[in-house]
């Protein structure tokens, strides 16, 4: 850890928010697994048990749905991020707010640990350029209404947020694709293609040290 003067700002550091595949759904079974039912109740709306989280995990479609993470060091993931497209008829209440044939829905989920960094928000930008690159202009998230991460999230997008019944529902209209945008996501998954490589080979050295002879590691 750097210790920083009083009198200067902490820097939170970079978050890089990769693309997830098939195989990081292991990955993604322990980051679900770790949650505690507080944190299930709040990213599932229910204290779902071990057996239907692991259920949940193995049902991802990586070809239809959108799955994003953000990695640590040690290659665990500290947030996840799952964009759901469906057709828009699926969400009546929305269905008259755009002329698109689909909306997504966004669901977050992040590590006790790595609370307060962003990576939340972060992991919103990049659904959310996602769904612009994609032709969808709505993007909805449905929430209990004591989920104040998803909430303060919700705000800081600037999305409409109705609440009834102790849940929170919010849609944000997403502006159309542009170069721009599409330019964008590109570099962002580049860069954290790049930062998962350099993790990957990192911990993997790591690894190969520790079974030197004389080398001490834990």
Not at 69 to 84: P, T
Not at 145 to 171: F, L, V
Not at 184 to 211: C, I, P
């Amino acid at each position: 850890m750097v210790a920083m003067s009083l009198d200067q700002p902490t820097e939170k550091p970079v978050i890089r928010v990769k693309e997830l595949s098939e195989r990081d759904r292991r990955r993604l079974l322990m980051h679900f697994l770790a949650l505690d039912d507080s944190d299930r109740l709040l990213r599932f709306g229910t204290v779902l048990p071990d057996e239907l989280v692991t259920r949940y995990v193995q049902k991802l479609d990586f070809s239809r749905d959108k799955v994003f993470g953000v990695y640590d060091s040690n290659l665990d993931l500290l947030g996840v991020g799952h964009l759901a497209f469906a057709p828009k008829e699926a969400m009546p209440s929305l269905s008259d707010a755009t002329l698109k044939a689909r909306i997504a829905e966004f669901g977050v989920s992040v590590a006790a640990s790595a609370r307060g960094l962003g990576i939340g928000s972060r992991l919103f930008e990049r659904a959310a350029i996602h769904c612009r690159n994609e032709d969808v202009d709505i993007l909805y998230m449905h929430c209990l209404s004591s989920n104040q991460t998803m909430i303060h999230i919700a705000k800081k997008a600037g999305m409409e947020i109705q609440r009834g019944y102790g849940e929170a529902d919010a849609y944000l209209k997403l502006t159309p694709a542009n170069p721009g945008s599409i330019l964008q996501e590109a570099v962002e998954e580049q860069f954290a293609a790049f930062d998962y490589t350099f993790k990957a080979n990192s911990k993997a050295a790591a690894k190969l040290l520790r079974k030197l002879p004389g080398i001490k590691g834990k």
